[in-house]
T-cell receptor, first 114, second 112 residues
Framework: AQSVTQPDIHITVSEGASLELRCNYSYGATPYLFWYVQSPGQGLQLLLK??????LVQGIKGFEAEFKRSQSSFNLRKPSVHWSDAAEYFC????????????FGRGTSLIVHP | NAGVTQTPKFQVLKTGQSMTLQCAQDMNHNSMYWYRQDPGMGLRLIYYSASEGTTDKGEVPNGYNVSRLNKREFSLRLESAAPSQTSVYFC???????????FGPGTRLTVL
């Protein structure tokens, strides 16, 4: 079965600093990969997704993620964090060619200091 | 377009009580899902409906039942609520294979 690991429960950065949130998956073939953001008291919103093609994916709100097959990783990055980016971030993995039911990581909480 | 709507937003139950969480989508999506979110656990799939008339168990189905009433609506029922079912419940929908999931705002349920 597929699994998703987000090794960092909390990440703290200063406003304006760069950000990288880690995501590793366990699955033999190339899965579909997603990053979602959840603001306090809200549902999840898709930031970006990777199905195939260019391994560097651009998303909304200035986020990008890079798929690295050799490392089974799909890390999320942003060059300059804004205070409004403080939220919970979830990586998700779905089986390509399967039922497309994503498995979610446990989430990383981003704290932004002024 | 309201997207995915959920009712109620908050609910407090006593152990043993029953209730139904409602979910509706106006995007003509084929597939709908129910997740629960617990601190440090991410989202876990309870049940899903790949298309109207079908439902399947997810990772944590025990203690729940679902009904895909029509293409728009997918309800989640707790027949006899337990404190372990205290959680935030999210409904989601998508067109199907490869499509982005769209989430509702969630229902915060407390079982005393």
């Amino acid at each position: 079965a597929q699994s998703v690991t987000q090794p960092d429960i909390h990440i703290t950065v200063s406003e304006g600093a760069s950000l990288e949130l880690r995501c590793n998956y366990s699955y033999g073939a190339t899965p579909y990969l997603f990053w979602y953001v959840q603001s306090p008291g809200q549902g999840l919103q898709l930031l970006l997704k990777y199905f195939s093609g260019d391994t560097l994916v651009q998303g909304i709100k200035g986020f990008e993620a890079e798929f690295k097959r050799s490392q089974s990783s799909f890390n999320l990055r942003k060059p300059s964090v804004h205070w409004s980016d403080a939220a919970e971030y979830f990586c998700a993995v779905a089986l390509s060619g399967g039922s497309y039911i994503p498995t979610f990581g446990r989430g990383t909480s981003l704290i932004v200091h002024p | 377009n309201a997207g995915v709507t959920q009712t109620p937003k908050f609910q407090v139950l006593k152990t043993g009580q029953s209730m139904t969480l409602q979910c509706a989508q106006d995007m003509n999506h084929n597939s709908m899902y129910w997740y629960r979110q617990d601190p440090g656990m991410g989202l876990r799939l309870i049940y899903y409906s790949a298309s109207e008339g079908t439902t399947d168990k997810g990772e944590v189905p025990n203690g729940y039942n679902v009904s895909r009433l029509n293409k728009r609506e997918f309800s989640l029922r707790l027949e006899s609520a337990a404190p372990s079912q205290t959680s935030v419940y999210f409904c989601a929908s998508n067109r199907g294979h490869q499509d982005t999931q769209y989430f509702g705002p969630g229902t915060r349920l407390t079982v005393l």
